[in-house]
Structures are given as C-alpha cells and as structure tokens.
C-alpha cells in the first residue's frame, strides 16, 4: 500500500499476490481486495486501474485448468467493475499453483479518508455484501454497499475506512492504531474479504 504521483497527480497504489487451492477464488479476492482498498480511501471504482502479472506452473492437466480458472477470477473482477488496464502478463514458474500479483492503481481524492481510526467518540460499523452459496459476493448487492459508502463520504460521515479479511479482530487492530478501540460485541464477529470496517460519526 503506497503512492506515487502521475502526471502530476498523486496515485494510490495497492498490491495483492493471490494463490493457492482455489485459483478463481484467490484471484477473485485478490483484485476485490485491492479495489476495496481504494474505494475506502473515497475513490470511485471506475477510476481504479489494474496491472497484473500471472506465473503459470509448468504444462500439465491440472495446472493449466487452476492458471485458467485464475485468469478466468480476474476476469470476472474486470468485467463487474469495467476496471481498465493491461492484459496480464505472464511468466513460467514452477510445480507450484499459478499466482497472481494485481496492483491497482487510482488517483487520490484531495482528501483521501484514512484507513486508521480518528476516535472523538466515533463508531466503527461492520459491513459486507450478501455471498451466494459458493462464497462469491452477490456484485449487484456488492455495488449497492459501495454507493452507501460513496453516499455516506459525500456527506462528510466516513471518518475512516478498511476492507476486511477473515481475521476482524487483526483487522480492526490494524485500523485502532493510534486509538483506543472498545469491540463491544460479546462475541467475535465473523469476516470476509468483500467486507468493510467503516467509522462514522453517524447510526
């Protein structure tokens, strides 16, 4: 997670590797998670670029079909969110699964929100999309939760904002940095990737 500046213009820029036993999902998840963090930084989806680079396992049955399934993982986050940039591009690797790196890239708004929490008697709020039974996020609902959040930083209500992996508590430790943060549930809440940790100073 970094910057750099384009053409005079101050860029986020957010890498991700994805791998592992369930190639479409890792790739899926990979590019969600890159793109959730820039829109927590009040950037708009359509305004997030990608670049990607695939390393392929060596010819086999079963590796060819995990690399397809992962470029198809890729695909599937391009076409939902009409992300632009390169095709990927690739490199031999090894026995090992495919991997893919994505970095987004995407212009900073004059005031990105930041991603640890501000306190001052703020609440910090849980939110993801509903999942259908395969554990893929329901895009329609998915957009309709990035329009709240839009909506809710246009209003000047997001005080802090961080995508979620499957450890809430590891990520809301990382977002109370230099605050105090009291988790008032009895209970650990579950996460996934697809879901956002949101301060507001609102219900």
Not at 13 to 34: H, I, N, Q, R
Not at 68 to 95: D, K, W
Not at 148 to 176: C, F, W
Request: hydrophobic share 35%.
């Amino acid at each position: 997670i970094g910057s750099c500046t384009l053409k005079g213009r101050k860029h986020a820029v957010v890498k991700t590797d994805a791998s592992g036993d369930e190639p479409f999902a890792a790739a899926l998840f990979g590019v969600l998670y890159a793109l959730l963090y820039c829109a927590a930084a009040g950037i708009s989806p359509t305004d997030v670029g990608l670049a990607c680079r695939l390393t392929l396992p060596r010819p086999s049955p079963t590796r060819m079909g995990e690399a397809l399934s992962m470029v198809l993982g890729l695909y599937r986050m391009q076409a939902e969110f009409e992300l632009h940039g390169n095709a990927p591009t690739s490199e031999p690797g090894t026995e090992d699964p495919p991997t893919l790196s994505v970095a987004a890239i995407a212009p900073l708004p004059e005031r990105p929100v930041p991603s640890t929490a501000v306190g001052g008697g703020s609440r910090i709020f849980y939110l993801e999309p509903l999942y259908t039974a395969d554990g893929i996020p329901d895009f329609s609902d998915l957009k309709k939760m990035l329009g709240y959040i839009q909506k809710l930083n246009r209003d000047g209500h997001v005080l802090s904002a961080r995508p979620t992996s499957r450890d809430l508590l590891s990520d809301l430790e990382k977002m109370s940095r230099d605050t105090t943060v009291e988790y008032v549930r009895s209970e650990p809440l579950a996460s996934r990737f697809g879901g956002l940790l949101v301060e507001t100073d609102i219900e």
